[in-house]
């Protein structure tokens, strides 16, 4: 659920997981004007950093990048971050999408480390999101936040 236990439990079951894997790829028929990539950064330890992007068609959200690195330091993490960036500036129908990076904020300057990385690389058109009063980069989340976003998540992941 994205909050730090001891169990070593996953989030969500790997048949669901696997299943998303499985489905026929969606064929894009036309330009993708915006393409949002979360940022869940780990705090070190078993966790993992993660990214998962989508764009909107026809009212559904279509995920289309899921990537998960172990990493300690952003140079374990900055590799995989670029390249997933890069796979849709490589793709026909998303090469000209504004990126809306969303990084969770509640792990001291992670998303402020993350927008200068992204600012020093070849990833093009892009903003962070902003959150609260003082337009610091990132998305705070709270217990019952993340609780929230995991029910909604496996309940779509549960009904395929």
């Excluded at 995989?80 to 960036?85: N, S, Y």
């Excluded at 998303?111 to 600012?119: A, D, K, L, Q, V």
Aim: hydrophobic share 40%.
């Amino acid at each position: 659920m994205g909050i730090m236990h001891e169990s070593g439990e996953s989030a969500f079951a790997k048949t669901m997981i696997n299943r998303v894997f499985a489905h026929p790829k969606i064929q894009v028929d036309s330009n993708v004007n915006h393409v949002f990539i979360s940022i869940d950064p780990n705090g070190g330890g078993d966790s993992r950093f993660a990214i998962c992007s989508c764009f909107y068609r026809r009212g559904k959200m279509i995920i289309c990048g899921l990537d998960a690195v172990k990493s300690k330091n952003p140079t374990e993490y900055e590799p995989v971050l670029f390249d997933h960036i890069m796979a849709f500036k490589k793709n026909s129908f998303t090469k000209d999408a504004r990126v809306i990076i969303m990084v969770e904020n509640n792990l001291g300057f992670e998303s402020y480390h993350i927008e200068r990385f992204i600012n020093r690389t070849k990833a093009g058109r892009f903003c962070c999101f902003l959150t609260d009063k003082d337009q610091k980069v990132g998305l705070r989340t709270t217990n019952p936040i993340k609780e929230s976003m995991w029910v909604k998540f496996k309940t779509f992941l549960e009904e395929d």
